[in-house]
């Protein structure tokens, strides 16, 4: 079980920062001292910090290895690369304002990218879902051509409502699932993130602290997974909490009936935690394989000495949303047919009803009768086919074809305003 957007995939690695690149040592006296032929072959003062000192309006920090502004001879101050000097000006630009574009810029790129994710590709997930747990199904929809086809049946007949369904609901479950991670990684020893610096123990102590995550968010989990695959034709005007109270309800035994078919979290533990555990781990993997590639193709593409402030910024945001949409693909893809399992596991005995996926109206009952993860996988083999896995995985490409759209638009959109304000 994973959340739309994963969380960070911060755990498996490090992200180091400059201060942990570079050798910091003792601080030495200031930049006066290493003037004095006794110190100079002794002290080397670090470079200046644009924007550290007090400064009025106009006035620039000197570069590295020149004397102060109050020495006349000192030669004249050549622009820092990237920026100016103290008032952090880009191309003759105020730096506060150019400062706060490429914050805002910024921002606007994470949260173009967080709307896809669990906003705009939501229709994709309800329609995933449902061909994951049709049984009935003759037609896959392993292709986005069907997929789209059955979009518009559904929202022809249905409406729009139909396709964002349960959508709040995966908002909750996100929520219980970094709440309860960061309460447990507080009343216990376990580590919420791994240090550069790990061994063994360190990463299996982090990795029981997903378990135990997956493990507490698994009820409420189940609860947003009906919510997406109920049919829309026979369900019930749901508040925002349903999702909560179902998920205490099926901890403690209470709520809507279910059938003797329904499968105790018990047995549920095992399928959900392997699945987490397994998208925390691959996603992790890839994206520290992309973002080292990314670095290393800026490294060598782009000099220093040569790269533009509008390439620079973009080499600053841009590798980390690639990675993490990278990572997030191959996972999805690698653990489709564990997650099918999954869900019709989660989704047995709780009398739901579901669209049907091959007409694109009509509905369709779930009374399936698994007798654990392994029956599943069987049964599934034997009656569906190996492609009976994948049921479904055209909403997939769609959904991550859009992904991609999307930050193609933001970078260019992006590109342009840095431009426009050198």
């Known amino acids: 079980m994973q959340p739309r957007r994963p969380d960070g995939f911060d ?5 180091g920062s400059a201060r942990d690149e570079r050798g910091f040592g003792v601080a030495f006296p200031a930049r006066s001292f290493s003037s004095g032929p006794e110190l100079g072959h002794w002290v080397t003062t670090p470079p200046d910090i644009p924007g550290s000192r007090n400064l009025h309006w106009g006035e620039k920090s000197p570069p590295y290895g020149v004397p102060a502004p109050s ?60 061909c994951q747990v049709n049984y009935h199904a003759r037609h896959y929809h392993l292709t986005p051509f069907t997929v789209i086809n059955i979009m518009y049946s559904f929202n022809k007949t249905q409406g729009p409502r139909a396709l964002w369904k349960g959508m709040g609901s995966t908002f909750i479950v996100q929520g219980v699932t970094l709440g309860a991670e960061g309460i447990i ?42 919510e997406t695959v109920q049919s829309e034709i026979i369900r019930d005007n749901t508040g925002i909490l349903e999702c909560v109270k179902e ?4 901890v403690i035994g209470l709520g809507v009936p279910h059938s003797k078919r329904l499968l105790p979290l018990l047995s549920l533990i095992f399928p959900t935690v392997l699945h987490g555990v397994l998208h925390y781990i691959i996603s992790s993997i890839i994206q520290k394989i992309v973002l080292l590639i990314l670095k290393r193709k800026t490294y060598h593409g782009h000099p220093a000495e040569s790269t533009s402030p509008v390439q620079s910024m973009l080499d600053a945001y841009f590798p980390e949303l690639i990675a993490n949409f990278a990572a997030s693909l191959c996972s999805d893809v690698i653990l489709y047919p564990l997650e099918t399992v999954l869900h019709r596991l989660h989704i047995q005995g709780t009398r739901t009803i579901i669209d049907n996926t091959d007409l694109g109206y009509e ?60």
């Open 363 to 422: 509905v369709l009952p779930i009374n399936t009768q698994y007798e654990g993860m392994r029956d599943c996988i069987n049964t599934i083999k034997q009656e569906e086919g190996m492609l009976g896995f994948y049921k479904g995985f055209g909403a997939v490409i769609i959904q991550y074809t859009l992904h991609a759209a999307v930050l193609q638009i933001t970078k260019i959109i992006y590109s342009t305003l840095l431009q426009n304000s050198v």
């Open 11 to 15: 755990g498996l690695g490090y992200r």
């Open 71 to 130: 020495t006349p001879e000192g030669p004249a101050e050549e622009p820092f690369p990237g920026g100016g000097g103290g008032g952090g000006s880009l191309g003759g630009v105020p730096g506060p304002s150019t400062e706060q574009l490429s914050r805002f810029a910024g921002f606007g790129i994470g949260l173009a990218s967080l709307f896809t994710e669990n906003v705009l590709a939501h229709p994709c997930i309800v329609l995933r879902r449902q």
């Open 185 to 226: 990684s507080e009343f216990t020893p376990l580590p919420r993130e791994v240090s550069h610096k790990w061994n063994p123990k360190q990463i299996g102590e982090h990795l029981l602290l997903k378990s135990l995550t997956y493990i507490v968010a698994m009820p409420f989990y189940s609860a947003s997974l009906i």
């Open 247 to 250: 998920g205490i309800g099926r």
